[in-house]
């Protein structure tokens, strides 16, 4: 009893300094991981600064979900081999041997550089069985963008994302960009390439009622909503017969461009931008 009763008092006066310091550390911690505003801190360089579209802007003819429009697979491309070409040959130019690469919106085919070697791809799209004929992706995600933008990696988890032609369908693309700003690593490239393709009653209002010029500007907007994005660049490839097909303006015409049954080549637009900078590679 002698031994155990003399420390009695000082463990009895000593861990009330020591618990009060902690009550009042505990509040000021859950406060600040609970607070809006310091997520706003922690995502500033990622932060959208002004809307894009307008409400109107992001419906669409067929409103019925996305996931169910995209249930059957569809083993096709939906643009042809000169802008599969053009698109390959950019992701050669842009596309670090070695990186880690996301595949935003794909399907059963990348359009990735057969010779070059990635560190890993992963894929990101609507229909799980396209998704895994696809021999680039080590692994996929099946996820409705327009459901929920999230997306399920950490921070500066990529090199570079792409997305080709599918960027017509995004009705919440501000937040898409933002989130792929998110898990790009600093100096990491996004690359959204389009043609004038689409499955038209899933293309947004805005997209629909576009011109091309006003569809390359339509994406340019979207990266310069987010800040951190570098200055945007456009890629043009226009097929040489494209002037004289436009001129015929007749419905029946401009229907059968639209179904791709009138146009020799598929015009090609990819519009890139950087996280925070370029990198100069020698």
């Known amino acids: 009893m002698v031994t155990i009763i003399p420390p009695n008092p000082k ?37 959208i600064k002004r ?7 992001r419906t669409k003819l067929n409103t019925y979900s996305d996931r169910d429009f995209y249930a059957y697979p569809r083993f096709v491309t939906h643009v042809d081999d000169g802008f599969i070409s053009t698109l390959t040959n950019l992701y050669r130019q842009r596309l670090r041997p070695g990186s880690e690469v996301l595949d935003l919106m794909s399907s059963w085919v990348s359009h990735l550089p057969s010779e070059v070697s990635y560190k890993r791809v992963v894929g990101h799209g609507l229909n799980a069985r396209e998704l895994a004929k696809n021999p680039r992706l080590e ?10 933008h999230k997306l399920e990696f950490d921070d500066c988890s990529f090199d570079a994302v792409v997305c080709a032609v599918s960027v017509q369908y995004l009705q919440q693309p501000e937040k898409v960009f933002a989130e792929v700003f998110r898990v790009l690593k ?14 038209y009653e899933k293309a947004i209002s805005a997209w629909r009622d576009g011109t091309a010029y006003g569809r390359v500007q339509l994406v340019v907007q979207y990266f310069q909503c987010v800040e951190g994005y570098t200055n945007p660049e456009i890629v043009r490839k ?45």
């Open 11 to 47: 463990p009895w006066h000593s861990p009330f300094p020591t618990r009060t310091k902690t009550k009042t550390l505990q509040p000021k911690i859950v406060s600040t991981l609970n607070d809006s505003n310091n997520e706003t801190k922690q995502s500033s360089a990622g932060k």
């Open 51 to 57: 809307e894009v579209l307008t409400n109107e802007g």
């Open 186 to 199: 600093p100096g990491g490239v996004f690359i959204v390439s389009f043609s004038n393709r689409m499955f």
């Open 238 to 282: 226009l097929p040489a017969d494209s002037a004289a097909a436009q001129e015929d303006k007749s419905p029946i015409s401009w229907l059968m461009r639209l179904l791709g049954f009138l146009s020799g080549s598929d015009p090609f637009y990819a519009v890139i931008a950087y996280k925070n900078f370029k990198p100069v590679y020698e």
């Open 139 to 148: 692994y996929f995600i099946v996820k409705d963008l327009n459901q929920d």
